[in-house]
């Protein structure tokens, strides 16, 4: 991290550059980053765990407030993020973070609210009116969360690097184990407190959503104090030229930022990334419904997130150690790690598939535990690989994708994520009994081969440097940014 000089500080005592921080405050710019990120990625995992508990209190008979939620979410989504990433490739970078983490928070205090209305009211038309306007509240928050983590984790870890391949490994890769450990402890913290409340449903929800409000006030402020200081410590992200606004109404941003990405040699890659969300191979909500159908003890369930979520430690741990050795020479290169990481996901869940196969064809018989063991097992233990893939087409966009368009790109990568998933909770409305899982787990399987796939193609492609040549125009407007890499910045 390049910190501020001499010159640079009496420039800002001057008023000709932007307040820097002395040089012995920006030698822990990298725990205000990590602080951030627990900070704000315990909240979101809480939340994101919070909703569906909280609406199953609210409405115990029915998934469709749930379903409902999570699907409207991910839509939405998939079509603002094309247009939010021209956020970031335009406005400045300070006033951006601070405004997600102001709209992030007042969505969610909002939302609490509205969920503590919701037990005092038994009118269905109030209660599905309350639900809607969650719904709608909801939306810019999710927005403000993946438009500041896209602009912290493609924008702001990479300038803060400053090129520097192995800082920018290991940073990635502890901020991805923050967000996996919060993955699991907040989730775990929350459900504990709400166990002690009881069956009373007005008093968990009342309680339940105050846990959430409590967490956002208290937090807020230092979540921007910590932006503060990385802002003003690196001196790339304090005296940065200002940004060109981009013209052009919300539907030509979409196009544009479709258009920049399409013709971008990082495609296919982001596509490969984006089509594993098309999965309920994950320790999710679908997959343990259907675990505990076939007979799976309930021990066995929570101790299996657990154990992947280890799995998932240990993949982004692995990840700089493959990467690059202590004296940060390359033992394996990004674009290796991901060909291989991808195909060992596949193969993690090639046995899955035998397995579906033998009990859907009476083979032979099979114990309805027996399959969800199997099940259970390799989609574990095969996850250290998907972290480990995660971790390398992350780091490819962040090196062979220019500062000018990084938040486009990214922003419709984002969104493509957001419609993989909106794919497959759309398959499971359609495949929705017990007895139709296998469908779903055919689809999830298929949708990692394609992935690899994909990613191969790319590989042999691109993944010589001297064949990545960027050039890609700004916004329609401009004139082609050219960017040839070489191999020390790649």
Same mark, same amino acid.
């Given at each position: 991290? /390049? =910190? $501020?000089s *001499?010159? !640079?500080?009496?420039?800002s005592a ?6 820097v +921080? ?5 030698r822990?710019l990298?725990?205000y980053?990590?602080?951030n ?26 998934l469709?407030p ?39 928070n007042?969505?969610?205090i909002?939302?609490c609210?509205?969920l ?10 109030l ?10 509240i ?10 500041? /983590? =896209? $602009?912290? *984790?493609? !924008? ?5 690097c400053?090129g520097?391949?192995k800082? +920018? ?15 699991f ?12 409340m ?26 921007g104090?910590?932006?503060y200081r ?8 304090a005296?940065a030229?200002?940004?060109k606004?981009?013209?052009?109404n ?5 196009y ?21 969300f ?9 997959l ?11 021990g066995l369930?929570?101790?299996s ?18 990467h690059e050795d ?54 574990c ?6 972290w480990?893939?995660d ?16 938040g ?7 969104g493509?994520n ?12 359609i ?7 296998y ?5 999830s ?12 193609v790319?590989?042999?492609?691109y993944s ?9 125009p ?7 940014e050219v ?5 020390k910045?790649?």
């Open positions: 991290i /390049r =910190v $501020a *001499e010159q !640079d500080l009496k420039e001057n008023g000709s550059a932007a307040r +921080l002395p040089e012995n405050e920006t822990v990298p725990k980053i990590y602080f990120e627990l900070v704000s990625a315990f909240g979101d995992r809480m939340w994101q765990f919070a909703i569906p508990i909280l609406f199953m209190d609210v409405w115990p008979t029915s469709l749930t379903i409902l939620y999570t699907f409207v979410l991910n839509l939405a989504m998939f079509l603002l993020m094309p247009i939010a990433g021209s956020w970031i490739d335009s406005m400045s970078r300070l006033p951006l973070m601070v405004t997600t983490i102001v709209v992030d007042v969505s969610v909002a939302s609210f509205l503590k209305a919701t037990v005092a009211s038994k009118n269905q038309h209660l599905w009116s309350i639900f809607s306007a969650i719904v709608l909801s939306i810019p928050g999710q927005l403000a969360v993946n438009v500041g /983590r =896209v $602009a912290l *984790e493609k !924008d702001w870890v990479p300038v803060v400053e520097d391949s800082s +920018l490994t290991v940073l990635n890769s502890r901020l991805k184990i923050i967000d996996l450990s919060c993955k402890i907040a989730p775990m913290i929350f459900g504990i407190i709400l166990q002690l009881g069956p009373d449903v007005e008093k968990r929800v009342s309680w339940g959503s105050n846990i959430v409000i409590m967490y956002n006030l208290l937090m807020a402020l230092p979540e104090i910590c932006i990385v802002y003003f410590g690196c001196h790339r992200l005296t030229p200002k940004k606004k981009l013209a052009g919300p539907l030509w941003k979409f544009d930022g479709w258009r920049v990405f399409v013709s971008h040699p990082i495609c296919l890659s982001c596509l490969s990334f984006s089509i594993l098309t999965t309920v191979l994950s320790p999710g909500s679908l343990i419904a259907f675990l505990k159908w076939v007979g799976v003890m309930e369930l929570g101790a997130i657990g154990f992947g979520a280890l799995c998932g430690l240990l993949g982004a741990s692995l990840f700089p150690y493959m202590k004296n940060g020479n390359e033992r394996i290169s990004l674009s290796t790690i991901g060909l291989s990481s991808v195909w060992l996901w596949f193969l993690h869940l090639f046995p899955i598939a035998v397995v579906l196969i033998i009990r859907q064809s009476n083979i032979t018989t099979l114990p309805p535990l027996v399959t969800g063991t199997v099940i259970l097992f390799f989609v233990v095969g996850r250290t690989w998907l480990v893939f971790l390398a087409a992350n780091q490819l966009l962040q090196e062979r994708v220019s500062e000018g368009i990084r486009r790109v990214s922003g419709v990568q984002s493509n957001q419609l993989f998933t909106v794919v497959i909770y759309a398959l499971g409305l495949f929705h009994r017990p007895d139709e899982f469908i779903l787990c055919y689809a399987i298929f949708s990692v081969l394609l992935s690899a796939i994909l990613f191969t790319w590989y042999i492609r010589d440097i001297s064949k990545f040549t960027e050039a890609v700004l916004s329609m407007n401009t004139t082609p960017m040839v890499l070489n191999d910045s790649a």
